[in-house]
């Protein structure tokens, strides 16, 4: 049986009983809310975890797994990507948003207001709040199709106090994957305003060709010292509750920032577990990434197709990034919010774009990383509610 | 084979393979500095995690899984102690110091200081500046050899701006459990100067009879109302490199106060394996801890006899609970660290009782969950030094 079939066999029953968040927060809906994947992570990932259990590593993380994990990042970087970042500047942390927490913290200046292209992962939105710190939310602007940033905008921002350029590349939830000439024209803006970037590079092993994951940091010095990176093999391999992530240092000052006990409290919460499954998913897990990527690419296609035939009004561009598909609901004649219609009329759970920012109003938040009847038959359910509305 | 049998033939070879923190920060000496058990976990908490792996649990944290946290918490806090909690006001969180640090920002007086017990377990001494808070240690007292709260003391310390007292019971690093009327003293002082607390309950699981431990917040409505209590199986159990815990609220405020997102942040970095762990722990782990317990029980009696016959200079008063040994070196005619001769001169690796606060200069923290053979060998060396030392 192929992989493309094993998944497709995956069915919701199957789903709830496993009761993953996405299948039991919402019981009566299809759970395409929240970015986790519907499939078990790679083998190797879970055998790893389980013959670390054996082993007895359930005590205080100790330094060598942790270097372990960091020089299987650097590996992956370099192999993937072709950035050669030292593994000493790798920095375990639970999750990215204990990293930007810890950067709006410690790296920027006391005070400055936090710039963030939306629409945007959800608790980018909300986190600067509750640092005492003013989010100022840039939309991202549509060009031949394809959402870019608004270059005007970040740049008055980050000229009227904004100190951390919030990036997101791989982007959730657009889905773009950025090319060098766009981020180096970000970098060109952030340098001339002395501010920093905090990049959000988590779904970066999920590009689906021809594009490719170039990380911000390594497109020039400039760019190297002004940036934090925040990288995690939890997204693609289905281990966001594992909680390890890594922290990429590129510059001496943030080194030496990173040795204050009270920033690198930062890596505290790291679980064992959670570093041995991205070791092993960085080192082992390439192979089983391949096969998913292209069953997830599928999806992608699928989805576009069905929508074309059932819902064409609503708006979509495949992502070249990421399993998530940002869905434009304005023209399909909803009152109020989309998503609550479609959780409650279609039975299909998905995240309001408004959650996303104020540039997310009217669209919808889909995880396509799910077995595709499934998404068919999200899809067909949604497409029945419209029709039912209409013929009210 | 009897579990005494094979906890004593664990050896220090397969100790170093495993690759603990304990036994591989300081490769030439006997870890004995960082509290964590050199025994493998209950086979039931183990087969739980490898079981939630192979069941696909690497995902978002489902309600389900935190709620049989709670409940499973609740069945032992209820079973052990005595104490009806409802499972609601339960909450998960990584670890007890994010509960602390949560607590110092969320739930005391915005600037007031922070009273501390000490000597004090290494973290609660250096995490309030940390939060901008300063830490005001109010030294135990000796009462017919063991140690006692100085009553007038956090009195003072209250009176004088100290918005939180921490208590740590049982007392790492000073093994007490607690009666209850000393408990009630501490919290009639505490209700009268209108102060909180957070007590560090980490240990619970770990006391040997006839001491009985009793929860802080269920010694009174007051005590109830002024406290937040932080629990865990990662102590007991061994686990806490896979972070979770339980912080236990029990007044309405609190609850509402837990409820803003910035609080209930607390909760954001527990991992699922951590979790799962803990149900386990406290459901299907009792028998294999009265077994550990008897080894530990027998380790504390050890660790005195074999003092009193190498080393009869060095303090020591056998723990109530935890299996944390503290240990008097001032008479022993050492100059400047304790810690560092034994580590350097007798290769045993302790914790400097400086660490734990002034009122711990010229003392040492031993644990002692480690195979007797080993706390045999760790006394030899130690013995070894002194003489050596002495001969000079």
Redesign the interface.
């Known amino acids: 049986m192929s992989t493309a079939q094993e998944l497709d066999a995956i069915g919701i029953e199957r789903l709830r009983e ?5 299948w ?2 919402f019981p009566e809906a299809i759970g395409a809310f ?1 970015a ?2 519907d499939f ?2 790679a083998p190797a990932v ?1 055998d790893a ?2 013959n670390a ?13 942790r270097t372990r994990m960091a020089e299987a990042t650097a590996r992956w970087q370099r192999d993937r990507y072709g950035w050669e970042v030292p593994p000493e500047r790798i920095r375990p942390v ?2 990215v ?2 990293a930007l927490r810890t950067t709006i913290d410690f790296f920027t200046a006391a005070g400055s207001a936090i710039v963030l292209p939306t629409p945007a992962y959800m608790p980018f939105v ?1 986190i600067p ?2 640092h005492g710190r003013e989010t100022v939310e840039v939309p991202m602007l549509v060009e031949g199709g394809r959402h870019v940033y608004d270059l005007d905008g970040i740049d008055r921002a980050l000229a009227d106090g904004g100190g951390l350029l919030i990036l997101c590349n791989p982007y959730n939830p657009l889905g773009r994957v950025f090319e060098r000439e766009e981020l180096e024209a970000v970098a060109e803006i952030v340098e001339r305003r002395g501010a920093r970037v905090f990049s959000d590079e988590i779904h970066a092993p999920l590009v689906f060709a021809p594009h490719r994951h170039v990380p911000y940091a390594s497109i020039s010095p400039a760019a190297a010292a002004h940036t934090i990176t925040a990288a995690s093999a939890s997204k693609a391999w ?6 390890a992530a890594q922290v990429i240092l590129t510059n001496d000052a943030d080194v030496e920032m990173w040795a204050r ?2 920033v690198a ?1 930062a890596e ?7 570093v041995v ?1 991205a070791t092993a998913a960085f080192d082992e897990g390439r192979d089983w990434l391949e096969e998913t990527l292209a069953y997830l690419d599928g999806n992608r296609r699928l989805l576009g197709d069905l929508l074309a035939e059932h819902i064409p009004a609503m708006g979509y561009r495949a992502p070249e990034g990421t399993y998530i598909a940002w869905l434009d609901a304005r023209d399909l004649g909803i009152d109020g919010s989309p998503a609550d219609f479609f959780r409650t009329r279609a039975g299909v759970a998905m995240t309001d774009g408004i959650a996303c920012g104020a540039a997310g109003e009217g669209y919808l938040r889909f995880i396509l990383a799910t077995p595709r009847p499934i998404i068919e038959q999200a899809v067909r359910q949604m497409a029945d509610a419209l029709r039912d509305h209409a013929a009210r």
């Not at 496993?18 to 996405?22: C, F, H, V, W, Y």
């Not at 289905?238 to 909680?243: Q, R, V, Y």
């Not at 505290?268 to 959670?274: D, E, I, R, V």
């Open positions: 496993a009761g993953s968040l996405k039991s927060a929240v986790e994947m078990p992570t879970a975890v389980k259990v054996d082993a007895g590593l359930t005590g205080y993380l100790p330094a060598a797994v639970p999750d948003l204990t909300t709040a509750m289905n281990l966001p509750g594992l909680k006990p009270e409290w505290h919460g790291t679980a064992n577990l959670g499954a």
